[in-house]
Structure formats: C-alpha cells, structure tokens
C-alpha cells in the first residue's frame, strides 16, 4: 500500500473534523429544537433552517467516509471530495446567510469560498492526482 502524501494526511484529518463538526452542529440544533426551537424564543423555525440541519447530518455522513477513505487512496474519494467541496462551499454561504448580516456575512462567505477552493485547486496537483488516480487500493 503506497503511504498518502503529507497534504493528503492533513486534508483527511481536516475532513474529518469538518464531519465531526457538523455533527456537533445538527446535534445541538436537535437539542435546541427539543428545548423550545432553535432560538429559544418558542416559535417555529423556517423551512431553511431545516435544509441547513439536513444538509449538516448528509456531509457529516458523507465527509467521514470521505476522509477515511483519502488516507487508502481510493479512487471515488478524490472525486467525492471534490464534489463534496464544491457543494459544501454552497451549504456553508447559505448557513451564514441565515446567522449572519452585513460585513460579518461577506467574511464568512469569503471564507468558506477561499476554504473550499484552496482544497480543490490542491487536490488538482500532480502529487495528488498520481496518488488517488493510478492507486490501487488492496
């Protein structure tokens, strides 16, 4: 089994945490949601912030297979990861559309782009491509 390149290693752990983060965030709108809502103010949340949490427990799901599956090399896990990347930049602007205003909103949009993208244009590397391309996993 070929070893994963170093910036493979640090993009599954990232991943990883992302997934785990996510989590953490549905889990905790579920709570709130139990409690009294999401704002704690006794109404019922809009559609969106039900969108938001579905989206959050689907890449949460799917970003841990993702980032286990970067660190054998499998093939499908370069292209989900891209996928996944271009559609959680999307996910992350909308979730910040609903929590945040003004400049605050363009600095987490800007973020989340910049975030994603840097991950994309590093899994589009030679290194990168070499190692989940013309790796066969065991």
């Not at 602007?93 to 590093?122: D, H, K, Q």
Request: charged share 10%; with cysteine; aromatic share 16%.
């Amino acid at each position: 089994m070929k070893k994963p390149p170093l910036g493979v290693t640090v993009v599954a752990v990232l991943t990883l945490l992302g997934a785990i983060g996510d989590l953490f965030f549905a889990t905790l709108w579920v709570a709130l949601g139990a409690m009294g809502g999401p704002p704690l103010s006794g109404y019922n949340p809009p559609i969106s912030y039900w969108i938001v949490l579905f989206n959050s427990i689907l890449f949460s799901i799917i970003s841990l297979v993702v980032s286990i599956r970067m660190l054998r090399g499998a093939r499908y896990a370069w292209y989900s990861s891209i996928i996944l990347w271009v559609f959680s930049a999307v996910h992350y602007c909308y979730a910040a559309s609903l929590i945040f205003r003004g400049e605050n909103l363009m600095i987490m949009v800007g973020f989340a782009v910049l975030a994603n993208t840097t991950l994309i244009v590093y899994f589009q590397s030679r290194q990168v491509k070499d190692y989940f391309l013309n790796h066969q996993t065991s």
